[in-house]
């Protein structure tokens, strides 16, 4: 059955079960692999994407729940080449360790932005459920204030 999507402002159509996790159709049919699988019960956040302008987790999501839907995964921030202030604030705070989970902690990071641009260490701690392994969790937090005092 062909599915429409819009990944990234580009439609898409996939021939897939409706079924079948969002996750395995943004990396195995789109083609985009920088959403990460960790856990496949929504609680890590590896595969933490935006869609509709919200963060969501793609491994437990049906694909036809996406339908109609604007969906924008880490290869989607960086506009024309160029690094979001959120992006370049992970490099130079050296948030990545091993960085699996970081493209699902930017995701989260930027719909936490967009909705507290001033976020506490009490919001960052309550949006960012994302688990990273590393414990970048500090590095986390300060890349985030960085931009919030920009």
């Known amino acids: 059955m062909a599915i429409q999507l819009t990944v990234n402002g580009k439609a898409h159509s996939v021939d897939v079960d409706p079924t079948t996790p ?3 159709v943004i990396r195995e049919q789109v083609g985009l692999t920088g959403t990460k699988y960790g856990c496949g019960i929504a609680q890590c956040g590896a ?3 935006m869609m509709d302008g919200a ?10 729940a996406a339908v109609g839907k604007q969906i ?7 506009k024309d080449g160029k690094m979001t202030q959120l992006q ?7 948030v990545p360790q091993c960085g699996f989970c970081q493209s699902g902690m930017l995701m989260a990071a930027t719909d936490l932005l967009a909705k507290k641009p001033k976020p506490t260490d009490a919001d ?3 949006a960012i459920t994302n688990i990273c392994r590393c414990g970048s969790f500090q590095e986390v937090r300060a890349a985030i204030h960085s931009v919030a005092k920009a």
Do not use: K, M, N, Y
């Not at 963060?55 to 036809?64: F, G, H, Q, T």
């Not at 370049?88 to 050296?94: K, P, R, V």
């Open 124 to 126: 960052i701690d309550a």
């Open 72 to 78: 924008q995964t880490i290869e989607g921030l960086a």
């Open 47 to 49: 595969c933490t994407i």
């Open 55 to 64: 963060a969501i987790r793609s491994c437990v999501l049906p694909v036809s």
């Open 22 to 24: 969002l996750l395995w």
């Open 88 to 94: 370049q604030a992970w490099i130079e705070h050296q």
